[in-house]
């Protein structure tokens, strides 16, 4: 699985939410910095050569949609975040938040729950 650009991740992010969607309804979805209409379908034919989104042809139109979950996404991008920037260490990430006060005893005690429940 490549890495995305920020862009890109953006337009998979929508693209997720829509489920389908042709150019113009990714464009309608984008808030700010809306690129041009043809350096969007640039975009999301990068997406497609990266393996990330497939179509269905209408004419000389395409219907776009993901090919890689969103879950799937994630488990890769925080399996590689986790190895970059925590040392691959789970207890790093979590210490991380409490140190950012991110997150919050009531959660800490929800995600020591879930452990122990597996066990």
Known sequence: MQKLTNKE???MHILWRLEKAFVKDVLAEIKEDKPHYNTLSTIIRNLEDKGYVSYNAYGKTHQYYPIVSKEAYKKRF???????YFNNSYKNVV???AKEEKISV???KDIIALIEKRK
């Open 95 to 97: 210490s991380f938040f």
């Open 106 to 108: 009531e959660e800490l």
């Open 9 to 11: 991740e953006e337009i």
């Open 78 to 84: 925080m399996n590689t975040a986790i190895e970059n």
